[in-house]
């Protein structure tokens, strides 16, 4: 099956800096990858849907400036928090759609990155 | 407004138990469904699946789900669970034939005790 990764699997930062996460599709392609956040015991919230080649498109609520994305290539997303702040603490996942074909695309979750500002 | 809601928030159950659990969404136009489940420590994986033909969905693990249409329903059911089905189950929707943007619903946590 389908295999997404993320790193790092675990980032603990000081407040004010600014924090990378990678997002890769190991064996397949992806011209979109989506962002979530998981807040605890919660479930999964979209923040912003990766575009490779052009711009991401934001949810409603969701800071661009601070939520930087940039689909580098077919297999690589990165979600970049600038200035993180405490509440910015929460676990992060990217999916990658593989398709079966027309309209029968299925997400595939990476196993999420834990963020801790202090 | 496009939505997911699940009934159970936490459901408990002796081994061997039968299981259901709910869920309902409101989203306009034709759907995927999906439903996901997250074991403890791990990242979420996909049990099962429906995008069209028959509304029984049987997935991995004995997990089947069926999709009634004029309910707006897509319930998850498994006959007989096992301690190790222990773990947070969510409903997802998304739109048919587009980017697969995924809605989930709030997540039902299951303790399946021996």
């Known amino acids: ?118 | 407004a496009q939505s997911v809601s699940q009934h159970n928030h936490h459901v408990i159950l002796s081994e061997a138990a039968s299981l259901e659990l709910g869920c309902n969404y409101s989203y306009g136009g034709t759907v995927n469904l999906f439903w996901y489940v997250q074991y403890p420590g791990q990242h979420l994986q996909l049990l099962l699946k429906y995008f069209s033909g028959d509304p029984l969905v049987k997935g991995i693990k004995g997990f089947e789900a069926e999709f009634i249409k004029s309910k707006f329903s897509f319930n998850l059911r498994k006959p007989s669970v096992q301690w190790s089905d222990t773990a947070e189950y969510f409903c997802a929707v998304g739109p048919s034939g587009g980017y697969n943007k995924l809605i989930f619903g709030a997540g039902t946590r299951l303790a399946v005790h021996p």
């Open chain 1, 1 to 118: 099956g389908a295999v997404v990764s993320q790193h790092p699997s675990r980032v603990i930062c000081k407040s004010g800096t600014s924090v990378k996460i990678e997002c890769r599709s190991l064996d397949f392609q992806a011209t979109t990858m989506f962002w979530y956040r998981q807040f605890p015991k919660q479930s999964l919230m979209l923040m912003a849907t990766s575009n490779e080649g052009s711009k991401a498109t934001y949810e409603q609520g969701v800071e661009k400036d601070k939520f930087l994305i940039n689909h580098a290539s077919l297999t690589l997303s990165t979600l970049t928090v600038t200035s993180a702040h405490p509440e910015d603490s929460s676990f992060y996942i990217c999916s990658a759609p593989s398709s079966g074909g027309a309209g029968t695309d299925t997400q595939y979750f990476g196993p999420g990155t834990r963020l801790t500002v202090l």
